[in-house]
């Protein structure tokens, strides 16, 4: 069993920054892409940014330039540098990874966090 917990969460100006972290535990043997998803109010889930085993990224056009994604393979960690802050950007955050449970399988498993809340207003 895999899980996902989510951190750094919270009220921010517009124009601030915020940092979201996410940790993965459980039974893993590695993790390929990795990313953040986001989920307004009436909306969509949608994805910000992923990032790959190898460091490859893919941001959402309404990020790049403001989000950087980056990751540490061997604490088996992600993270979300949001800068430039908008209210836009206000929603659930949620962390994905694609999980590798045990050498003895190629099958992944796609798992998700529980998500946290980011809010942006003044």
């Known amino acids: 069993q895999v899980r996902l917990v989510e951190s750094g969460g919270g009220l921010v100006q ?3 920054s915020l940092i979201l972290s996410c940790a993965a535990s459980g039974t893993i043997f590695s993790i390929n892409a990795m990313g953040w998803y986001r989920q307004a109010p009436g909306k969509e889930r949608e994805l910000v940014a992923s990032i790959t085993n190898g460091g490859s990224t893919t941001y959402a056009d ?3 330039g403001r ?8 604490a088996s960690t992600v993270s979300l540098q949001m800068n430039s802050l908008k209210p836009e950007d206000t929603a659930i955050y949620y962390c994905n990874a694609d999980v590798r449970p045990t050498r003895w399988t190629s099958r992944t498993l796609n798992t998700w ?3 946290t809340l980011v809010t942006v207003s003044s």
Not at 67 to 74: G, K, L, P, Y
């Open 113 to 115: 966090g529980q998500g």
């Open 62 to 64: 309404s990020v790049k």
């Open 67 to 74: 989000f950087t994604i980056s990751r540490d393979n061997v």
């Open 14 to 16: 517009p124009g601030g």
